[in-house]
């Protein structure tokens, strides 16, 4: 491991220690990337295990024309969440979700993965060396994207002999200022049985683009996946799971390999269970996601959405977003123990 950024004469330059922020306007902040000051970079060879790594200034990266990465998608990311509280103090939720989420990945690609523990060091080191960014208390959060991917070259399909790690920060705000219209995908889906769909890879991403791109076209916010096989069940959104609210009934799909594990996902089911709603992960179809009284999304950078509509072949349904809803209580619950409002009782939270 690199020595924590705190010890470093570069970092101590950067960091907030002295109470000062960039020039940044929180309040108007969505998501979009902001440069930070460091990215952290760690490599090493097939058949090897990664060792070291270390902070560098943040900029463009240099990569084989035939890396794995370019040429056959060998790569996955990672998105969680660094948080300012009321002290000072800065949390990380769940980061060691991402780094088993990473390592699933990673087997199913065949790509060496860091370990747990470097994993969390690198997040908890970029964002020292960056700590000027980590927005006030309540106006935001910075966003750690981990990469892992085939560096090398190999011009015949195989795996790449070099892997990089890579984490990169950037303050955000919200994903969606409001609640999303969603509308059903008619002809194309995002996954299929004994693909991909429940690791991260980069490469279940832009195949997303194309139906998304025709929904924002129509006016939409986000698009809306079926299962590939018969068409009838809900999947997921282009970048969050879905849930489905019926009375005291919450229902999400399940997390069989075509549903990406979701941290928030995870988090929300346990949340809702406490509070006492009969949480169910089981195939949902779509006409009982359109006969419900609520629906809402969860995601790293999407957090806890309400759905406002779905549109499936031409037919609108409207559900309740405003008050009392259940998409609100678990929304103030989660928020509440991420920025250190509400007690972490289930040990969520990581100091940085
Ligand atoms: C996240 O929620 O962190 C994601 O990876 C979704 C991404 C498409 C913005």
């Not at 950024?5 to 998501?31: H, I, L, Q, R």
């Not at 070259?153 to 969606?176: D, K, R």
């Not at 949340?271 to 629906?295: K, M, N, S």
Request: with cysteine.
């Amino acid at each position: 491991m690199a020595p924590s950024p705190k010890s470093t004469p570069e970092a101590n330059a950067n960091s907030n220690n002295d109470g000062k922020y960039p020039d940044v306007n929180w309040e108007e902040m969505g998501f979009s990337l902001t440069p930070t000051d460091y990215m952290y970079v760690m490599k090493c060879s097939i058949g090897e295990k990664f060792s070291q790594g270390s902070l560098i200034p943040y900029g463009n990266i240099e990569l084989s024309p035939c890396s794995g990465i370019l040429n056959y998608g060998q790569g996955l990311f990672e998105g969680l969440k660094a948080y300012r509280k009321e002290d000072g103090r800065i949390l990380l939720f769940r980061p060691e979700q991402n780094a088993l989420r990473m390592k699933a990945g990673a087997e199913r690609l065949c790509m060496p993965s860091p370990s747990i523990e470097q994993f969390v060091g690198a997040v908890k080191q970029t964002v020292l060396a960056n700590e000027r960014w980590v927005p006030p208390f309540e106006k935001g959060s910075m966003y750690l994207r981990p990469l892992l991917m085939g560096s090398g070259p190999s011009l015949g399909l195989g795996p790449a002999p070099e892997y990089t790690f890579l984490i990169y920060a950037s303050p955000v705000g919200s994903y969606h200022k409001r609640s999303l219209n969603l509308v059903v995908e008619e002809k194309q889906h995002r996954a299929s049985s004994g693909g991909t769909g429940g690791i991260k890879t980069v490469a279940n991403y832009s195949p997303v683009l194309n139906a998304l791109s025709r929904a924002k076209a129509q006016g939409f916010s986000e698009v809306l996946f079926l299962d590939a096989a018969t068409g009838k069940y809900i999947d997921e959104a282009s970048a969050c799971n879905i849930f489905s609210v019926k009375g005291n009934s919450i229902s999400t799909p399940p997390t069989h390999g075509t549903i990406l594990p979701g941290i928030t996902r995870k988090s929300i089911i346990e949340i809702a269970g406490t509070l006492g709603y009969q949480v169910e992960e089981r195939p949902v179809a779509i006409d009982e996601l359109l006969d419900a009284d609520e629906a809402f999304c969860t995601g790293t950078a999407v957090v806890v959405t309400s759905i406002g509509s779905v549109t499936h072949q031409g037919r609108r349904i409207d559900y309740k977003t405003q008050a009392d809803t259940v998409c609100q209580k678990l929304h103030e619950i989660l928020t509440g123990i991420q920025m250190g409002r509400l007690a972490d009782t289930k040990g969520w939270m990581v100091e940085v």
